[in-house]
């Protein structure tokens, strides 16, 4: 059964930057697109950034501010996170794209706040 843990969030003031990081384990994760995801309090979850056969897509709400980035060797997905604003404060998961695997890790908090 995979596993996903996702680590890096924290409190920042707008403007600044945040590093996520997602470790994948029990599956083939090379073989699979791998998206990042938010959910902010009172909102469904939301796809914003995706990385799958080369190519990356990005929600219009981070494009420009957010990079996807994997290291198949270490089984790992991250996100940099730019230029923060207060609407970017969720909780971000990472999950395959463009189906989830069917479960969810704990996925970590981002806060932007002054």
């Known amino acids: 059964q995979v596993q996903l843990v996702e680590s890096g969030g924290g409190l920042v003031q707008p403007g600044e930057s945040l590093r996520l990081s997602c470790a994948a384990s029990?599956?083939?994760?090379?073989?699979?697109?791998m998206g990042w995801y938010r959910q902010a309090p009172g909102k469904q979850r939301e796809l914003v950034a995706a990385n799958s056969g080369g190519s990356t897509n990005y929600a219009d709400s981070v494009k420009g501010r957010f990079t996807i980035s994997r290291d198949n060797a270490k089984k790992t997905v991250y996100l940099q996170m730019n230029s923060l604003k207060p609407e970017d404060t969720a909780v971000y998961y990472c999950?395959?794209?463009?189906?989830?695997?069917?479960?969810w890790g704990q996925g970590t908090q981002v806060t932007v706040s002054s």
């Open positions: 029990g599956t083939i994760f090379s073989i699979y697109g």
């Open positions: 999950n395959r794209v463009p189906t989830n695997f069917g479960s």
